[in-house]
């Protein structure tokens, strides 16, 4: 046992923060794949590597560490590994800015190593972060998607679900953005208002507005509500394109909106997504006017080679010149941007690559998995309920999982390598083999690459141990635990491909988190200047204080605001529980700890009764990931119940050397054991500095807290005692009397007697005697206390004499006072306020004072 001159005054978080960091091992965290243990594997979210392991990330991580430490405590077998999501556009952006290039400056090869050299590198600030966290990471299950044993399963999954027929070709129209030039998935447009001008002009003798002039060119058909009788004779006509002069049909849909403009409109390919649906609706023609790079194509004739915003300024000023521009309107709109270049995004149809979607097989996998909080199953059924198109995985870009596939240059064959060739990048290398077709040996490769939701939605396969010869051992995985924002994305791409893969639910239980809203309650912005980086809060108050933030910040799933107080409470709740972790060392420093002691004393048997409550609560709040919930009851108890309440009462029987002293010590040690265990995984650090000094090695190898107490009477009891000791405290208080100061003797009149081993007496400083019979008190009147407020202005000159007739009344009449009293000769109303009797109490001739506590009556003779 350590000596109370070796407890250090203060705790001082970052020195022993490091000292545990250097201490810790990391294969203690290691999932073991031939452990009997039931197994836990958590499909950890790979992290976009930015270099920075930003609020949100905390976040979710810190709730992840939680239930690892947990479960591993509850005796299981964890898998908590770390990926890295590496794909994708924002580090080619990275990389073009921070060396002044384009994609298509370097060779496809040079551009990749820059942006692997870049990927490594933020990869290796990010772990910095997640070891400070104390994050109980499984880094021998650590994967890096970039990597060739990994990309190799995206490969390999993707061969699978072209053999199965998920995965297939075809020209259609996808969302594209003309900056990245690479088409996008419909989970990756944002939405943004915008102003822009309507502009309606005669289109061929109809009325037409339109937002997008430049997409004349592209336009296919004119569109008119069937029952529009304005138009009735235009059916089966044609019209004449203003300015370009080719011919379209007139169709009726009933879409369109009659009492919208003139009630006609232009379709075009493609201006929307219902551009697109009456395109394939009415089978209309193609029209491609608008390139990869956002230009103008051959069919916009003069306009060639113009960018989208040139052409319809000249668009514009010719049909000025034409006088067919007939007015111009401001509009609000909300346009759909690529989500990393804010580019409004543009609807090219173009060969590219989809995943077939099959929205009942989602729906019926996402309804076999439990869903945390159960709400957030909504959002999905939701999303799968809207989907209208497949999955578009093709990218026409560099830094991405190329896509395994050739075709022969003379008779167009699809050819695919074989699975044990995986990895291959079909640019660099040519098939094994002749085409199987034709038997020629030229090839030209896929030069698309992969979407890299295709990498990170097998992560769960590829941590469970998929390799293709069947479904791992510890698949599927026990929890996914993720943001809301990725529900439409990460979730749901995980559950299709699970399905398609293996025909199982990909994990049993999905826990979603909230995001971190910045301090104002904005979404944190560099451009609102409110963003909070975990490795400030790291610096100002340390891990364990940012970790009890995240438990305490909201209910599992809600947005939390950050907030400095948070974190600040929590500090100080370290520094309390620091003073309790003193107070009990000390104590059990001085010998007359006994685990065989039997627990007599009222307040011991109360406190393990509270104890046992706070395990129970904590336990259940645990098991359904609350994690606010079981961090404020560990809380509440050691503040409130422990140290507020029960070192106090037991303060003076740890002095003495009674018999009952054994007691205490050993009802401390085991809540001091029991708390250490609980918060072990709030505040890993803290947990481990306290419970080291018990000498029984680490907390976070320690099994779960067990411990449970029935008592009821010492429920009852105890509630009593603790609140009589309050009240009397307080009574103390307002007297002006130091809480220690002698207090004579003190009479609990109570229906049950409180065996209290004499520790309320030591507490109060009084001899205090419990008594189960009714109080006999007299009551005197001592004097009156006269409003002067309402006297005053009400009596003016007969004030003393009112006061005077009141001074006359008996007892009881001061008790119940009369309505009228005479005054002068004259009856005059008694005022409701006008005074109170002050009384003091007799018991046994002795003047007492009385504080009541509900029925309970205790009497003070000083
Ligand atoms: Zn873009
Ligand atoms: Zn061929």
């Given at each position: 046992m350590v000596l109370p001159d070796q407890l250090p005054k203060n705790y001082d978080f970052a020195v022993v923060e490091e000292r545990w960091r250097n201490t810790w091992r990391d294969e203690d965290h290691y999932f073991l794949r031939n452990s009997n243990k039931p197994q836990f594997v958590i499909d950890t979210p790979p992290p976009y590597p930015t270099g920075n392991f930003h609020i949100g990330n905390a976040l979710n991580w810190c709730y992840i560490d939680f239930f690892a430490r947990y479960k591993r405590m509850k005796g299981y077998n964890v898998m908590f590994p770390q990926g890295w999501d590496c794909h994708g556009l924002p580090t080619e952006v990275k990389v073009e800015e921070l060396n002044h290039i384009?994609?298509?400056?370097?060779?496809r090869e040079e551009f990749r190593r820059l942006c692997r050299e870049l990927t490594i590198k933020n990869i290796g600030q990010m772990r910095i972060t997640l070891r400070k966290m104390a994050f109980s990471t499984d880094w021998s299950n650590e994967y890096i998607t970039m990597m060739p044993e990994y990309y190799a399963k995206t490969q390999l999954s993707f061969l699978r679900m072209l053999t199965n027929g998920y995965i297939y070709q075809s020209e259609h129209p996808v969302n594209y953005c003309t900056r990245c030039e690479t088409a996008i998935a419909f989970a990756e447009v944002a939405y943004e208002d915008r102003k822009t001008q309507l502009n309606y002009f005669d289109f061929d003798g109809i009325e037409i507005a339109t937002t997008r002039p430049e997409l004349l060119a592209a336009c296919v058909a004119v569109a008119v509500h069937p029952d529009d009788e304005r138009y009735h004779a235009l059916k089966g006509t044609t019209k004449k394109v203003p300015l370009f002069l080719h011919e379209v049909p007139v169709v009726l849909d009933e879409a369109v909106d009659p009492a919208f403009g003139s009630g006609a409109v232009m379709i075009c390919t493609f201006g929307d997504k219902q551009d697109v649906h009456w395109w394939k609706q009415h089978q209309l023609a193609l029209r491609k006017a608008i390139d990869r790079t956002g230009r103008m194509t051959e069919i916009a004739g003069k306009y060639a080679g113009l960018n989208t915003t040139e052409c319809r300024d000249r668009i514009l000023t010719d049909m000025k010149e034409k006088q067919i521009l007939k007015r111009q309107e401001d509009l609000e709109q909300r346009v759909g941007t690529?989500?990393?270049?804010?580019t409004p995004i543009e609807i090219l149809s173009e060969r590219q690559w989809f995943v077939k979607i099959k929205p009942a097989e989602i729906l019926d996998a996402a309804h076999q998995i439990k869903w945390y909080p159960e709400h957030m199953l909504l959002r999905m059924e939701n999303w799968v309920e809207q989907m209208e198109w497949d999955w578009c995985i093709s990218r026409q870009r560099v830094f991405a999982t190329p896509i395994p596939v050739w075709f022969c240059k003379k008779c167009g064959e699809m050819v695919v390598p074989g699975?044990?060739?995986?990895?291959?990048?079909p640019t660099l290398v040519q098939p094994k083999h002749a085409c199987p077709k034709c038997g020629a040996n030229d090839f030209s490769a896929e030069e698309d690459v992969l979407d890299t939701w295709m990498d990170s939605s097998i992560s769960v396969l590829n941590v469970t141990g998929w390799d293709g010869s069947g479904t791992p051992k510890c698949f599927p995985a026990q929890i996914r635990p993720q943001g809301h924002d990725i529900i439409r994305t990460w979730a749901f791409y995980t559950i299709l491909r699970a399905v398609a893969l293996?025909?199982?639910?990909?994990?049993?239980e999905i826990l979603v988190n909230g995001m971190v809203l910045g301090e104002d309650g904005f979404k944190m912005s560099k451009s609102r200047g409110n963003i909070i980086v975990p490795e400030e809060i790291l610096v100002k108050y340390g891990a364990d204080a940012l970790r009890q933030w995240g438990a305490m910040g909201a209910a599992t799933g809600s947005d939390i605001m950050f907030n400095w107080n948070d974190v600040v409470s929590a500090s100080r709740f370290q520094t309390k529980m620091w003073n309790i972790a003193k107070f009990v060392l000390i104590q059990l420093a001085k010998g007359g700890y006994d685990k065989e002691a039997p627990v007599t004393a009222l307040a011991d048997r109360w406190l393990l009764v509270r104890l046992s409550d706070t395990i129970r609560t904590v336990n259940n709040a645990m098991e359904h990931y609350q994690f606010d919930t079981a961090l404020k009851a560990i809380r509440e108890f050691a503040w409130d119940v422990l140290a507020d309440n029960y070192i106090e009462l037991v303060k003076g029987r740890l002095y003495t050397h009674d018999a009952s002293r054994k007691s205490a010590c050993l009802v401390l040690h085991t809540a001091y054991d029991a708390l250490c265990r609980m918060l072990a995984p709030f505040t890993p650090y803290f947990a481990e500095e306290c419970f080291s000094y018990l000498n029984c090695g680490s907390v976070h190898k320690q099994p779960w807290v067990a411990f449970t107490y029935d008592d009821d009477e010492a429920r009852k009891e105890g509630d009593l005692l603790v609140k009589v000791v309050a009240e009397v405290r307080k009574y103390k208080h307002d007297q002006g009397l130091a809480l220690n100061a002698p207090l004579g003797k003190v009479t609990v009149y109570a229906p049950l007697t409180a065996h209290d081993e004499g520790d309320t007496g030591r507490t109060l400083n009084a001899a205090v005697h419990w008594r189960t019979d009714a109080a006999k008190l007299d009551r005197v009147v001592t004097g009156i206390d006269f409003n002067r407020a309402v006297i005053g202005p009400k009596f003016r000159k007969q004030a003393q004499a009112f006061m005077s007739a009141i001074k006359a009344l008996s007892p009881e009449e001061l008790a119940h006072p009369p309505k009228t009293i005479q005054l002068d000769g004259a009856d005059v109303e008694v005022p409701e306020d006008a005074f109170a009797p002050n009384y003091s109490y007799m018991e046994e001739g002795a003047k007492v004072d009385v504080v009541t506590i509900g029925d309970v009556i205790v009497t003070i003779a000083k």
């Open positions: 384009t994609k298509n400056d370097v060779s690529c989500w990393r270049c804010k699975e044990k060739d995986l990895p291959v990048d293996t025909g199982q639910i990909p994990w049993e």
